[in-house]
C-alpha cells in the first residue's frame, strides 16, 4: 500500500465519519477533492476494500445510488421523504424488536437491515391535502 493511497483512505473515512448522513462515491469525492490528489478510481477502490474489511457498509439509496457510511454498532436510521427527498434522523433502532420475532420465527440470524425508512414528510402530507 502506498502513501497516497493511505491518504485516500483516511480522507474517506474522516469524511464518512463527520457525516450524518449516508454518501455517495461522487460526494466523497466532492468533498475530499480539494484537499489533495484523489481521483474518483481510487476512492472506488478504497471504498470497495473498506467495504470488503467491514468497515463501511454500502446500500442502495431512494435514488437508486449506492450510498456509504461506517459500518459502526451504533444504529442509527434516516426517514427519507418520498417526495421531497427530505432526510430526518431517528434515534434508536425501530427494528431491533422486529429482528428478534423475525429470527424467532424464520431461525434466520439477522445481521443487517437497511439504514433508510422511507415516507412521506409533514409538509408534504399537508400539500398533497391541498
Ligand atoms: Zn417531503
Ligand atoms: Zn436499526
Redesign the pocket.
Given at each position: 500500500m502506498n502513501l497516497k493511497k493511505t491518504k485516500t483512505r483516511e480522507a474517506i473515512l474522516s469524511i464518512l465519519s463527520n457525516s450524518k448522513f449516508p454518501l455517495t462515491a461522487d460526494e466523497i469525492f466532492e468533498k475530499i477533492k480539494s484537499n489533495g490528489n484523489f481521483t474518483l478510481s481510487t476512492i472506488y477502490r478504497s471504498l470497495f476494500s473498506f467495504e470488503i474489511a467491514g468497515i463501511i457498509k454500502k446500500e442502495v439509496s431512494t435514488d437508486k445510488k449506492s450510498v456509504y457510511s461506517l459500518n459502526t454498532p451504533m444504529?442509527k436510521?434516516v426517514l427519507v421523504c418520498v417526495k421531497c427527498h427530505k432526510k430526518v434522523i431517528i434515534s434508536g433502532?425501530?427494528?431491533?424488536e422486529a429482528n428478534k420475532k423475525i429470527s424467532h420465527e424464520t431461525g434466520f440470524q439477522i445481521i443487517d437491515?437497511n439504514?433508510e425508512i422511507y415516507g412521506i414528510c409533514p409538509e408534504c402530507l399537508k400539500k398533497g391535502e391541498k
Open positions: 444504529d436510521h433502532c425501530p427494528y431491533h437491515h439504514t
